[in-house]
């Protein structure tokens, strides 16, 4: 496929490469009730050339020193940041914020030169533990300290880890995650992307997911145990290294002769879409690490008539981190042949995979919120179902597939009682949910070892934090 920079430069390497496919590529006029289907436009990322060739980062700690942080668990972290400290090169900026009552910056970001590595070293180990739980104020000041920066990198990140609730500060949800999207979400300022990490079995799971969400390329991280801490680091920084694309954004269009066929977009399966009209839809995808591929799913009408156009074009448009280039795709285009009759083809063993994917991921969420209420056997049933799906499924053994059903058991297992729910149930539905809705590994390096989403570059890292 032909890549353009903007305006009309020709690219040989580019970071992504885009795919449309049908369900079905030839539905008959007369195939039984079929009036629409599903299309699948896939973004596939390159690999790293190596570690010379990647995007400088900007990376900011806002670590948890409440009370409940004492001893081992304060111990691993320092551990954790000294480890990603080593890891980090000078072109890498990093900062560090601790908070309790308040915030308080540790370690001014920097471009990590010799000294200014030796230096952070030393503060690192010097941290102590308070009171309570101010999250807002170390998101606040983190978010503060990344746009002081006058000098700021493409690729810059906030790392933020808690083991409890919030109770200083803003401590309602819904204020925590606007306040978090005012701070981070600044007009023409490179994207900042939040990772958040619930350490133990007593932090609010459904804040962290939705903090993580309040920004592109966020992604929840549930630490179970000590042992988990590196791990889990290790798995997000190996992302962070690894950016190739950012501000990707899909453009899903229906040609004018298709429209007057009769072909419009019902439906796109992804959080954030944006409805332009009947046949035109954005989706804005965030940042892409290198190897990862995602599939953005939506719904048509088949048209009334055999077109010799396709059915809908596809584009993509993203920041090139690699090329340090704003890129364009050409229209990819979606053929779906309608003849007389009623043959039609066999379905997309891609599509159908990922169809179920979309579903199973809905699935979860109606049982998350069945199991929120207190009805826990029917949320169980909601899984049930869909692991039985997922095992009686065509492509069963597909890698997704199996994926899907390695955690669905693990989500089940989660509901066997209220309390198993409230302790770890709810953190593993959350962190799975948010695994599966991004196709993105949100597991510690230590679990899961051959997670389906875990690119190369991050079980490279994880292996170095283990």
Request: aromatic content about 4%; overall charge neutral; proline content about 3%.
């Amino acid at each position: 496929q032909k890549f353009t920079i903007d305006p009309l430069k020709a690219m040989k390497n580019t970071s992504l490469n885009l795919k449309v496919a049908p369900r079905q590529n030839v539905i008959g006029m007369s195939a039984g009730a079929a009036v629409t289907t599903q299309v699948c436009a896939t973004l596939e990322a390159r690999e790293l050339p190596d570690d010379d060739q990647r995007a400088p980062v900007d990376i900011l700690v806002a670590l948890d020193v409440s009370a409940s942080m004492s001893g081992n668990k304060v111990k691993l972290c320092q551990s954790t940041l000294e480890l990603l400290l080593r890891q980090l090169t000078s072109n890498d900026s990093f900062g560090l914020v601790a908070f309790s009552d308040d915030a308080t910056i540790e370690i001014p970001i920097t471009k990590l030169t010799a000294s200014a590595r030796t230096a952070a070293l030393r503060k690192v180990k010097s941290l102590v533990t308070r009171c309570s739980t101010n999250i807002s104020a170390g998101i606040g000041l983190a978010a503060q300290e990344l746009q002081s920066m006058n000098v700021k990198n493409e690729v810059r990140s906030i790392f933020l880890l808690t083991d409890g609730h919030a109770n200083r500060g803003v401590v309602n949800p819904d204020d925590m995650c606007e306040l978090a999207r005012n701070c981070l979400n600044v007009p023409n300022c490179p994207p900042i992307s939040m990772h958040c990490f619930g350490y133990g079995t007593n932090h609010d799971a459904g804040l962290l997911r939705t903090l993580s969400s309040c920004t592109q390329g966020g992604t929840y991280y549930f630490v179970q145990d000590d042992s988990a801490v590196t791990g889990a680091f290790g798995d997000a920084l190996g992302g962070i290294l690894s950016v190739v694309a950012q501000n990707t954004v899909l453009n899903i269009q229906v040609p004018s002769t298709a429209r007057e066929a009769g072909v419009k977009i019902l439906e796109v399966y992804h959080d954030n879409k944006v409805r332009i009209d009947d046949w035109n839809f954005k989706v804005s995808l965030g940042d892409f690490y290198a190897e990862e591929s995602r599939d953005t799913l939506f719904q048509i009408t088949l048209s009334n008539c055999d077109l010799t156009s396709a059915h809908v074009n596809v584009t993509v448009s993203y920041m090139d981190t690699i090329e340090k280039a704003l890129v364009t795709s050409g229209e990819e285009p979606c053929h779906i042949a309608r003849p007389e009759g009623n043959s039609i083809s066999a379905p997309s063993a891609h599509v159908e995979v990922q169809w179920f994917r979309v579903n199973a991921v809905q699935d979860m969420k109606r049982a998350n919120d069945l199991a929120s209420q207190g009805n826990l056997e029917e949320a169980k049933r909601s899984i049930e179902t869909s692991l039985e799906q997922a095992q009686n499924h065509a492509y069963t053994s597909h890698p997704m597939i199996c994926q899907l059903k390695t955690d669905l058991d693990e989500v089940k297992s989660g509901l066997r009682s209220v309390s198993i729910y409230d302790r770890v149930g709810v953190k593993n539905m959350h962190s799975t949910m948010l695994s599966h809705a991004q196709q993105r590994c949100t597991r510690s390096a230590g679990d899961q070892a051959s997670n389906h989403y875990r690119s190369s570059k991050k079980s490279m890292m994880g292996r170095k934090f283990m």
